[in-house]
């Protein structure tokens, strides 16, 4: 078991950069992916971005170019740097950690992008 604790997220102009944090309550090292994930509204929950415990990493084409996943370990954390900010990546940003046969959600964090 595992909880997650997202931060981070704010209110930010178009062409604007972000870093979404997700702090875990232990060691991560043996997770084996975590990914952050969106929500907007009225919207389904999509995959932003995911990380394996070995280091790979899949986006969305939506922001392959723009988003950067990573993971520290000896911080248990796993992060979202987010650049070039568009006006639909507004939602709320949970990040998941994939255990062997389930899944862990933080409550997320609110990501608005606006002029």
């Known amino acids: 078991q595992v909880q997650l604790v997202e931060s981070g997220g704010g209110l930010v102009q178009p062409g604007g950069s972000l870093t979404l944090s997700c702090a875990a309550s232990r060691s991560i090292f043996s997770i084996s992916a975590m990914g952050w994930y969106r929500q907007a509204p009225g919207k389904e929950r999509e995959l932003v971005a995911r990380?394996?415990?070995?280091?790979?990493?899949n986006y969305a084409d939506s922001v392959k170019g723009r988003f950067t996943i990573s993971r520290d370990n000896a911080k248990n954390t796993l992060y979202l740097q987010m650049n070039s900010l568009k006006p639909e990546d507004t939602a709320v940003y949970y990040c998941?950690?994939?255990?062997?046969?389930?899944?862990?959600w933080g409550r997320g964090t609110q990501v608005t992008v606006s002029s």
């Open positions: 998941r950690a994939d255990m062997t046969t389930l899944y862990y």
């Open positions: 990380i394996t415990r070995g280091g790979s990493t």
